[in-house]
Structure formats: structure tokens, C-alpha cells
């Protein structure tokens, strides 16, 4: 009799944290669809409404009809007391740039829990004026300096991340615990002051605090709140489910699953072997070890200290490191744009950044195969040693040497080499959609494929001494659909198609060449198909600006979202 109603409390205990949980779940499930609808509600608004005038009545009144909309939604009519809520809304305007930042409050509520989400809206181009100064295509180059700023206007990189305070309540265990195939649901928090080890268990709880090492294997922990691992862990063979993660010394994933519904902030180190993280923003302040991982970041990801990752993937909206980081044999997928600091590429990697990517000092990739793919810009502030294949939808800018030997070089853009290029003896392909910009006055360039360059736009050699000769070293043809500008320096006005004045390379006309080794300009690549980048879409360099744009349509984001 005893031993089944044993049996029966088990039963019942687990039925309860399985519908504890599933009720967590479908309350944040139901926040995060208003975070959604308000999304759209504003982006349907602005479009119907055009902004004119003072732009905080404008929002005032937007954000009024949003919560009176809400308000009569009914997500589900076999359960009405599942809803969404606006419950707060904290609004920052730049009315001269017409930007509005909107902190808003949503909470989502089943029948038995509630949680509230706060999601950060960012408003752009609420202007009702147009444009004093159209953008040009070329504005990419004369504001390349300024392309990335140190004191970022993006909050996400400045703002410091508050470390949440130990629980003042919960189920507290003052000695260092053994914990061996326990299993209960805590309805309170968990606070463990002497750390401990915990094997072969499945707890739940609110908010968990350990304050010294925690060792945990074979364990399923589900955290309804914000965890903190004061003194770091090792987790093998175990799965955690929280809302937010804290660690303020090194922590292992080893053959573990972690899910993080919001932050996750690591104030050490951490490694991850044959495991996986996923989580909504992410923050380390030391090194990153990553060894036939996953990790799953859907906004931001602040390296500090740099990184590794081998035999491993990698998914983020954001990357931003100070540091060195290394891509070897992983896939690394970035949907915004990634800072770095110095980025090394190892072999068999497959690396795309679905808008622009900013590396402050060195790209390089030195031996086996390896992809790089750029949508838009790419700009490096140093140099360029790269011997895999590289892809840029747009413009790429290297303030110093480009240096390669093998694989493709494909630019959908222009290309502006600040100082020189060194193309190895190999079978470097090398086409650029738009101009191919050259600064002649630091470095000598040498140019030795085995294959023809061919340049959609013009040949632009910036800074050429006066009564030079001798250009750089070419072993094969450079076709030029355009012309070859040359600008000697202390001259602000080019010299066009300049033939019989170089003797390395030659320039001729198309059609008036009879050897190798010399730049061909008015190359007939009209019939060529437009340069098209894998993955990327089709970007039209070569139309004119509007010289009257209209105002840019408003842009809304969500930036951030962070969980309660």
C-alpha cells in the first residue's frame, strides 16, 4: 500500500511540473506572438498614417490605437483567457533623425502562468522631410573611414549587462549536496550556497543560485527563471531549460543541451564539445571553445575576448569581437553584420554574412578550402591574405594589402585596394562587377594568375608618381569594360586610356592588343550575364541614383528582447 502510493505521488508530482512547464511555455508562446503583432501593427501604421510633424503625438496616438487593437483579439475562442497584453510602453524620439526607440511591455497569460516579455522597438526614417543630399554610388568610398565607429550607436555593445542578486527567498542548502536520481519540482527557488554534484536527477524550479562549482551529468534541470552559476560548472550528458543564464567563472558543456529563452552572459571562459546552446543574445567576456558544437544565438553575440570554433556551427543575427577569432572547418552563419578584430578563416569553412562584414585589422585564411561569402560591404582595415574562394555582393574595401593565390575573387561591386595587391602564381579567378580602384603610391603590385581579371567598371590607379613607367607586374590580361583613370599625384583631374606611356603593363584598346600581359580597356562584356553572387540578391551598382528620392520608407526592428 505504501510503496503504490509512492508510486501515485510520483505520478502525480510529475504530471504537475509537466503542466507547471507546459503552462510557462504557452504564456511566453503567447508573449512572443505580441511582440510579433505589435510589430506588424506599427509597420501597417506608419504606412497608412505617413508621420508628419511632432513626432511625439504621432507615436502617442500609434501606440494608443495598437493596445485598443490588442485588446480585442481573441487568440483562442476554446480558451479565451489565453491573450496577449500591452502593458507599458517607454518611448525615447530623435525627432531631427527620425528615429523613435519604444521599450514596450507584453505579457502573454495561460490559465495558470504569465509572462512578460520587453521588447525594444527601433523606428527609423520617420522624417517627413527629403533629403538634402542624395546618396551616390560611390558614397561607400568616400565614407569608408567611418564605416564602423568605435562608440557604437548600437545599445547592445555600450550598455553594461547588469548581474542579477542572489534570491532573497527559496529552498536553500547551506552544505555542498550529492544529489543522486532525485527528482522533484521545486515551487520555489533553488539556492545552493556550497555548490555541489548532481547525477541522474530531473528538478525544476523559479530561479536558480548556485554559489560555488556545480557538477551536473545525466541531469534534466527545467528553470522557469534566471539561473546563475556563480563559481561556473560542468554540465555532461544533460540538458537545462532557463530564461536567462549567469556565470561568472569558466563553465563546460560537454555532450549537453542548454536552451536559454533570453541572455546569456558568460563573465569567464567557456567550452562547448559535442554540445548545444541556443539563446537570444550572448555575452563572454573571455575566450570562446567550441569543438563539434552548435550554437544558436537568434540577436546579438558580444565576443570580448575572441574565440575558436572547430568542427562546429554557428548561427547569430549579430557578432561583435574585440579580439582574434577562428572559423576552422565549422559553418558560420551571420544575418546582420559581424565586427571583428582579427578573423582567422581555417580550412573547410563555410562562412556567410547576409549584409556587411568589418574586420578592424587582419582577414586571413592561409591553407585547405574554405568559402567566404559577403552580401553587401566588406571592409578591412588592415590586410587581406586569403587563398580560398571570396564573394562580395557589393564593395570591398582593404586599407591594406590583398595578397591570394587561389579560388575565386568575385565582387558584385567595386574594389579599392589601398595598398596594392599580390596575386601569386596559381589559378586565381578574379572578377569585379563595378570599379577596381588601385592606390599606387605605398605598395608595388604584382599580379601573376594563370587567368584573365576582367572589371565590369572603370581601372582607377590612384597616387602614380609622375614620369613612372613601370605600373606592376602582370602575367595574364586585365579587361576593363570601362576606361583606365589614371591619377598622378598632386593631380586632382585623371588622365584617360593613357596608351604608349607605361611600358608594364601596356594599355590598349580592345581589339588593338596582340600579347599577354597588358590591360585591355572597353572590353565588350555587355553580353556577359550580370554578376550574381550565390545566396546573395542581385545588387545594381550600375544604376544611377535618383537624384529626387523620395524619403526612405520607415524601417521597424525589433533590437532587443529580454525576458522576465
Not at 528615429?99 to 522597438?121: H, P, Q, S, W
Not at 536527477?201 to 556563480?230: H, P, Q, R
Not at 582595415?381 to 564593395?395: E, T
Not at 555587355?526 to 545588387?539: A, S, Y
Request: net charge negative; aromatic share 10%.
Amino acid at each position: 500500500m505504501t510503496v503504490g502510493l509512492v508510486i501515485i505521488n510520483h505520478s502525480l508530482t510529475t504530471a504537475k511540473q509537466s503542466k507547471q512547464t507546459e503552462s510557462v511555455n504557452r504564456a511566453t508562446h503567447l508573449a512572443e506572438m505580441g511582440v510579433i503583432y505589435v510589430q506588424k501593427s506599427i509597420e501597417q501604421y506608419v504606412k497608412t498614417n505617413p508621420p508628419q510633424g511632432d513626432l511625439s503625438q504621432y507615436v502617442t496616438d500609434m501606440f494608443t490605437e495598437i493596445e485598443q487593437q490588442i485588446s480585442n483579439i481573441q487568440v483562442d475562442s476554446e480558451h479565451p483567457s489565453r491573450q496577449f497584453q500591452l502593458k507599458n510602453v517607454d518611448v525615447n524620439i530623435d525627432q531631427d533623425q527620425g528615429i523613435v526607440k519604444a521599450a514596450v511591455k507584453i505579457n502573454g497569460k495561460d490559465e495558470r502562468k504569465e509572462k512578460e516579455l520587453t521588447a525594444m522597438f527601433k523606428i527609423s526614417s520617420l522624417n517627413d522631410t527629403p533629403t538634402e543630399n542624395p546618396p551616390t554610388k560611390d558614397d561607400w568610398l568616400n565614407n569608408s573611414s567611418d564605416y564602423w565607429l568605435e562608440e557604437s550607436p548600437d545599445d547592445w555593445i555600450t550598455e553594461p549587462i547588469a548581474y542579477p542578486e542572489k534570491p532573497k527567498s527559496g529552498e536553500t542548502f547551506n552544505e555542498w549536496i550529492d544529489w543522486k536520481e532525485k527528482q522533484e519540482n521545486f515551487d520555489n527557488n533553488l539556492i545552493l550556497n556550497n555548490g555541489g554534484r548532481i547525477q541522474n536527477s530531473d528538478l525544476s524550479t523559479w530561479d536558480f543560485y548556485g554559489n560555488n562549482w556545480i557538477e551536473v551529468k545525466n541531469t534534466i534541470l527545467n528553470l522557469d527563471g534566471v539561473t546563475v552559476f556563480n563559481n561556473g560548472g560542468y554540465f555532461k550528458n544533460s540538458e537545462l531549460t532557463a530564461v536567462e543564464l549567469y556565470s561568472k567563472n569558466f563553465i563546460e558543456l560537454d555532450h549537453s543541451l542548454f536552451t536559454i529563452n533570453g541572455l546569456s552572459v558568460f563573465n569567464n571562459s567557456a567550452k562547448l564539445e559535442n554540445s548545444e546552446l541556443s539563446t537570444e543574445n550572448f555575452y563572454i567576456r573571455n575566450w570562446l571553445d567550441m569543438k563539434n558544437s552548435e550554437l544558436f544565438i537568434n540577436g546579438f553575440a558580444i565576443l570580448n575576448n575572441g574565440g575558436e570554433a572547430k568542427g562546429s556551427k554557428i548561427e547569430i543575427e549579430k557578432i561583435y569581437s574585440n579580439n582574434f577569432v577562428k572559423i576552422d572547418n565549422s559553418e558560420l552563419t551571420v544575418g546582420i553584420f559581424g565586427k571583428f578584430d582579427y578573423l582567422e578563416i581555417g580550412q573547410n569553412s563555410n562562412i556567410t554574412f547576409n549584409k556587411d562584414l568589418f574586420v578592424s585589422n587582419q582577414l586571413n585564411h592561409s591553407n585547405g578550402e574554405a568559402t567566404l561569402h559577403v552580401c553587401n560591404n566588406m571592409v578591412v582595415k588592415g590586410g587581406v591574405n586569403y587563398n580560398g574562394n571570396l564573394f562580395a555582393g557589393r564593395n570591398v574595401l582593404i586599407e591594406d594589402k590583398l595578397i591570394t593565390k587561389n579560388g575565386t575573387f568575385l565582387v558584385g561591386g567595386s574594389v579599392y585596394l589601398k595598398e596594392g595587391i599580390n596575386i601569386e602564381s596559381g589559378n586565381t579567378e578574379f572578377l569585379v562587377g563595378g570599379d577596381f580602384i588601385i592606390n599606387q603610391k605605398y605598395s608595388f603590385s604584382s599580379i601573376k594568375t594563370a587567368n584573365d581579371l576582367i572589371v565590369y567598371g572603370d581601372l582607377i590607379l590612384l597616387d602614380v608618381p609622375k614620369y613612372q613607367h613601370y605600373l606592376f607586374n602582370l602575367k595574364n590580361n586585365l579587361f576593363v569594360a570601362g576606361d583606365v583613370l589614371v591619377y598622378y599625384h598632386g593631380e586632382e583631374d585623371p588622365v584617360k586610356n593613357p596608351q604608349d606611356v607605361f611600358s608594364s603593363p601596356v594599355i590598349k584598346e580592345y581589339g588593338n592588343h596582340d600579347k599577354k600581359g597588358a590591360i585591355i580597356y572597353h572590353y565588350p562584356v555587355e553580353e556577359l550575364p550580370k554578376i550574381k553572387i550565390e545566396g546573395c540578391p542581385r545588387q545594381d551598382d550600375d544604376q544611377e541614383p535618383n537624384p529626387n528620392p523620395n524619403p526612405q520608407e520607415p524601417i521597424v526592428e525589433i533590437v532587443d528582447v529580454q525576458y522576465s
